[in-house]
């Protein structure tokens, strides 16, 4: 069983940033992908970012130019660096990783307020 634990959600002010983490319990070198999902109240959780396992990254439409996913591999650690927040980034942010086993896990949750 693999554990992500996620920190860095909280409230900020439109225009703000904030940078999510998520420490693995394993490492994270081989999997084959590893990605940050959010979910706004009353609606489906939804792709942002995603690394795979070649390095290539995926922008949801919505946070291109604005998100940097990026992880450490030393450290078993994913990122999410988020600048230039509109309220409509409000959501809770899940961490997610894709096995070399096509096993899926997930964070606990972190919410992330933008609001003025």
């Known amino acids: 069983q693999v554990q992500l634990v996620e920190s860095g959600g909280g409230l900020v002010q439109p225009g703000g940033s904030l940078r999510l983490s998520c420490a693995a319990s394993?490492?994270?070198?081989?999997?084959?992908?590893v990605g940050w999902y959010r979910q706004a109240q009353g609606k489906q959780r939804e792709l942002v970012a995603a690394?795979?396992?070649?390095?290539?990254?995926t922008y949801d439409d919505s946070v291109k130019g604005r998100f940097t996913i990026s992880r450490d591999n030393a450290k078993n650690t994913m990122y999410l660096q988020m600048n230039s927040l509109k309220p409509e980034d409000t959501a809770v942010y899940y961490c997610n990783l894709l096995s070399e086993w096509y096993s899926n896990y997930w964070g606990q949750g972190t919410q992330v307020t933008v609001s003025s």
């Open positions: 690394i795979g396992s070649g390095g290539t990254t």
């Open positions: 394993r490492s994270i070198s081989d999997v084959r992908r």
